[in-house]
Each structure stands twice: as structure tokens, then as C-alpha cells.
């Protein structure tokens, strides 16, 4: 069984309301050693307002608890740690757009492209203009997915999502390329996972980007969180737009290779070189937290935001950069990141937030 919800629009209210709620759990156990392990994976669904929250939980002696909303993008908005709440996230899905709050999902044009249009291989796309004179974050973040009944496996609780761009719809008009973009969730004792496919249905090479952009809590507070990521350089932007340039983090106001303080930190930056065995790690410090973000090979690049002035500060994992297809029509190949899937063909990734107590 499958479902598919409406669009969230102006009714929605709060993620918790009470009345006609209809909550469907899938539960598992694992126990050895004199420890025990309680997995268990539901849907909070009120009828009345057509709302889909599916919660990913783990009961160790560190409960980890994830809530995830289809209807907003496959958004994971809330993940918390010990009763701490990770993700800066709504208090109410009411306008919840995918956007600013979670972990919105990237695709298939991470971050921005100027004027909103790009080419690829001599054939234009007009993604139109979301943020002043640019398109950002792509075409996915906000819409509507489909998925199956959450389940535990394998001392997991496991979501699978996913999204179509078939001919007739809007995605496809804007990226006509017939393809599924599928993502699973996968919590556990250790952290949770992230994976992506994107299976190429048409008879032309599919370019693409995919990235998470999580809005990460100052969790404890904003002292004494600090991040370090061992990139190997950083691309040099004009208005937040990278010119193809890679420049050099020794010595820099950017240099995160090791653990620099969030709180003093003002950058929208761009980084590539990342790579699997040297994963970014942000510590925080007053919560007794250390989180790792862990990758496949795909993810290359690192986007690091914070500005003081907002509540939250970003730590981006992208397969490639912002306006990658641009980049890759001038010649930047390897700089842009940009994944091509040949025709019949498919290409998979993850990201997973490792979770372990500060030693």
C-alpha cells in the first residue's frame, strides 16, 4: 500500500493536533549482552486535515526520534537526540513550505542559478525565479512525495519515499527528463541515513545535482559548538555564484580544516575536495554531542552558512556545486560536481548523521 496526500496549502494546522488522529506503528526489538534495543516506525495521520507525519524512533539508553513530512518535500523536520532537538524545525506545518526549517531535499539543481535558466549539451532550461533574480534549492523541496508504510528492518526503522517527473506534470515541463528520484531514511542506535537513486527513464543522458540542506540548532547553546571539515579548496563567488575558480583555504578566513568556533563564524561559502574517509564533524559541546556527517563519494562539495544573527547555521552535503550545469557547459567539468545518468542507467548516494555521546 502507497499513499499520497494533498497539497498543504493554508489548512494545515499544528504537526500535533489531536482530534482524528490515526497513528499506525510498525515495531521491532533487539536485545543481547544484558542490553536492549526498541525500534519502532509509525504514522501520526489526521484525517481531517489530510496531514502525514511518519516518526523513525530508536529507544536505547539515548532515545533518537526523527519526523518526517512527505506531503513538505520527503522534509525531515525534527530530529532529536537524547530529548535535544537537532534542527531548528515549525512549530506548526500551518506554512511550512519546505523551506527554512529541516532538512529540505536539493534536487536536481543544488542552491542557486542565476536567472534561473541553464543549459545542458545545447538544449535550455527555465527553472523561473524563486529568490529575487534567481532560482534556488530546485524543484523538489516543497512538493508532494510518495511512500510507503514506514517499517523496522534489520534494527532499523526505515522510510521509503519517492518522487516521479513524468510527462503532463509541472517537474517534468520545467525538467523534462522522465525519471524517479527515490529516497530512503534509515534510523538506528548510531545515527540515521539519508540514501538517493535517481533511476533514468528517457532516452537522454540525465544531469543532475542532489543535496541536503540541514538547519542545524545551536543545540546547548551557542557556545562551544564547533565545526571542522576537511575540504581541499573553496570556489571563488561573484554574488554567491561560483566562477569555476578554486582557491585555497591555508592561511584563510574559510579555513575549517580543523575545529573553528560556529558562533564566530560568518560565511556562505562553497568547498570541494570532500571526501568519505574525512567526513565533516560538528561538536556540541554543552549537549554532550558529537555529529559526524558521513558520505559516499558522491558528495564532494560542503556548503557551510551561518550568519549570527539567525537561529540556526547550515552544514550542507551537495554533489555538486551551485549553478552546476552552467559550470559544466563552460568547461568546468570536475568543478561542478554535476552527475550525468546515461539513459536506462542509475546513480545512488548517501549522507548519515553518526550521533555518539562527547567523550
Known amino acids: 500500500m502507497t499513499r499520497r496526500q494533498g497539497t498543504w496549502g493554508g489548512r494545515l494546522a499544528a504537526v500535533f493536533c489531536a482530534a482524528g488522529l490515526v497513528v499506525q506503528c510498525a515495531c521491532g526489538a533487539a536485545g543481547g549482552a544484558g542490553r536492549s534495543e526498541r525500534v519502532r516506525a509509525w504514522v501520526e495521520s489526521n484525517q481531517k486535515l489530510g ?30 537526540w537524547d530529548g535535544v532537538e537537532l534542527l531548528y524545525r515549525p512549530d506548526t506545518l500551518h506554512r511550512f513550505d519546505g523551506s527554512t526549517w529541516g532538512i529540505p531535499v536539493l534536487y536536481p539543481t543544488p542552491c542557486r542559478i542565476p536567472g534561473g535558466k541553464f543549459t545542458f549539451r545545447g538544449e535550455r532550461f527555465d527553472f523561473g525565479l524563486n529568490r529575487d533574480d534567481t532560482h534556488i534549492h530546485g524543484l523538489v523541496r516543497d512538493a508532494v512525495w510518495e511512500y510507503e508504510p514506514p517499517r523496522v ?12 517527473f513524468k510527462p503532463g506534470s509541472e517537474l517534468y515541463r520545467k525538467f523534462p527528463f522522465e525519471h524517479r528520484l527515490d529516497l530512503t531514511y534509515s534510523l538506528d542506535p548510531s545515527g540515521l541515513k539519508l540514501a538517493f537513486s535517481v533511476d533514468n527513464h528517457d532516452n537522454r543522458p540525465l544531469p543532475f545535482g542532489f543535496g541536503l540542506h540541514p538547519y542545524w540548532n545551536y543545540a546547548g547553546g551557542r557556545e562551544g559548538i564547533r565545526l571542522s571539515a576537511p575540504v581541499a579548496g573553496r570556489m571563488e563567488l561573484e554574488n554567491l555564484v561560483p566562477t569555476g575558480k578554486i582557491m585555497p583555504v591555508e592561511g584563510a578566513a574559510w579555513d575549517i580544516r580543523q575545529p573553528v568556533e560556529v558562533a564566530g563564524l560568518r560565511m556562505d561559502d562553497v568547498f570541494t575536495g ?3 574517509e574525512f567526513p565533516a564533524r560538528i561538536q556540541f559541546s554543552r549537549a554532550g554531542l558529537a555529529l559526524t556527517l558521513e558520505t559516499s563519494p558522491e558528495f564532494g562539495h560542503l556548503i557551510v552558512y551561518d550568519q549570527p544573527e539567525n537561529p540556526f547555521f547550515c552544514v550542507e552535503n551537495l554533489t555538486s556545486s551551485p549553478d552546476a550545469h552552467n559550470l559544466y557547459a563552460r568547461g568546468f567539468e570536475a568543478e561542478s560536481g554535476l552527475l550525468v545518468v546515461p539513459p536506462g542507467g542509475s546513480r545512488q548516494g548517501w549522507v548519515r548523521y553518526a550521533l555518539q555521546p562527547l567523550k
Open 51 to 80: 496531514l502525514d507525519v511518519v516518526v523513525l524512533r530508536v529507544d536505547t539508553p539515548r532515545v533518537i526520534e526523527a519526523r518526517i513530512a512527505p506531503a513538505a518535500g520527503a522534509n525531515m523536520f525534527s530530529l532529536s
Open 274 to 276: 570532500m571526501r568519505p
Open 153 to 164: 528492518e534489520d534494527g532499523a526503522a526505515v522510510l521509503h519515499t519517492w518522487i516521479e
